[in-house]
């Protein structure tokens, strides 16, 4: 199956610090890729949708200034963090598309998340 | 509203024993997906099935088949002969619209399976 990867796996920073997480689909292209941020003991919530050389599309509620992604490449999307605080500690992971894949079953493929601590 | 119902919070199934994770949605589309990944304490999400919505045969991949029910809308995942290393979280999603549609995924609650010898 098609690899996505994240950097860094975790990554702990002062509050007021900005924060860059990278996204890449590393066998595929990836046209459109998914930021999610999930917390403890909870489910996955979409955050944005990132699509190359586009601006993204932000779910209701999740604040467009605090959390900039840039997909300035068909295999990388960028999520950073700005002035993060203690309440933006979560893990966020990242999806990417595999348009190659089955027409019927057009795949996301899970990074294996970003763990940010902020302290 | 939600749209993807786990109603299942936890399960502990003994091994080589099958469990049934249940799981419904709602949606008026009628052109949608269905998606069940498994996620282990390492975090990682792990794709394990998918079911079209105008797929007429339920999707079996390995010891996974999806039971799908679409009057019901329901699309209940079994596990056959569980192994200790299905121990993991099992979440449900859905994606509303075709397959070449955006494909924002919306997922359930998740159901916390526990694999016991």
């Known amino acids: 199956g098609a690899v996505v990867s994240q950097h860094p796996s975790w990554v702990i920073c002062k509050s007021g610090t900005s924060v860059k997480i990278e996204c890449r689909s590393l066998?595929?292209?990836?046209?459109?890729m998914f930021w999610y941020r999930q917390f403890p003991k909870q489910s996955l919530m979409l955050m944005a949708t990132?699509?190359?050389?586009?601006?993204?599309?932000?779910e209701q509620g999740v604040e467009k200034d605090k959390f900039l992604i840039n997909h300035a490449s068909l295999t990388l999307s960028t999520l950073t963090v700005t002035s993060a605080h203690p309440e933006d500690s979560s893990f966020y992971i990242c999806s990417a598309r595999d348009w190659g894949g089955l027409a019927g079953g057009a795949k996301q493929y899970f990074g294996p998340g970003t763990r940010l601590t902020v302290t | 509203a939600q749209k993807i119902t786990q109603t299942q919070p936890g399960m502990f199934v003994q091994e080589k024993e099958a469990v049934t994770l249940d799981c419904t949605y709602d949606t008026s589309d009628q052109s949608y997906g269905l998606f069940w990944y498994k996620q282990p304490s390492s975090g990682e999400m792990i794709f394990l099935i998918y079911?079209?919505?105008?797929?007429?045969q339920n999707a079996t991949e390995g010891r996974y088949s999806l039971n799908f029910q679409k009057a019901r809308k329901s699309a209940n995942l079994v596990i056959s002969a569980s192994q200790l290393g299905d121990s993991a979280m099992y979440f449900c999603a859905m994606r509303e619209g075709p397959a070449d549609s955006w494909g924002k995924l919306q997922f359930g609650a998740g159901t916390q399976v526990v694999v016991t010898p």
């Open positions: 066998d595929f292209q990836a046209t459109t």
């Open positions: 079911q079209g919505s105008y797929d007429e």
């Open positions: 990132s699509n190359e050389g586009s601006k993204a599309t932000y």
